[in-house]
């Protein structure tokens, strides 16, 4: 089992940055690719970022391309989502995961966390 804890959300304006991070427990030893997920009021879960366990690969949703980062630090078991740029339409409660398939489907993640609440206002 794997227990994930997201923190970093907030309320921010338009144009501001935030740092979300996301800190494992558990098996950490198992090389789970990580990602970054969000839903918007409304909306469906949709996929954000993920970034392979040794950090070398990423893969960004067109939408936050250019402007957000996902990295990690495994010494920590921590992810982070490095957001840039935000617009209201980033806001949502975003959500982290892990799985042994990096893919932009909610089904290829085996762990998840609470969610931590982004808004942003205009």
């Known amino acids: 089992q794997v227990q994930l804890v997201e923190s970093g959300g907030g309320l921010v304006q338009a144009g501001d940055s935030l740092r979300l991070s996301c800190t494992a427990s558990?098996?950490?030893?198992?090389?789970?690719?990580m990602a970054w997920f969000r839903q918007a009021p409304g909306k469906e879960r949709e996929f954000v970022a993920v970034?392979?366990?040794?950090?070398?690969?990423?893969t960004y949703a067109d939408s936050v391309k250019g402007r957000f980062v996902i990295s990690r630090y495994n010494l920590k078991n921590t992810v982070y989502l490095q957001m840039s740029g935000l617009q209201p339409e980033d806001t949502a409660v975003y959500y982290c995961?892990?799985?042994?398939?990096?893919?932009?489907?909610?089904?290829?993640?085996?762990?998840w966390g609470q969610g931590t609440q982004v808004t942003v206002s205009s």
């Open positions: 558990g098996r950490t030893n198992i090389q789970y690719l």
């Open positions: 970034i392979d366990w040794y950090g070398a690969t990423t």
């Open positions: 995961a892990a799985g042994l398939i990096g893919s932009s489907s909610q089904r290829d993640y085996d762990y």
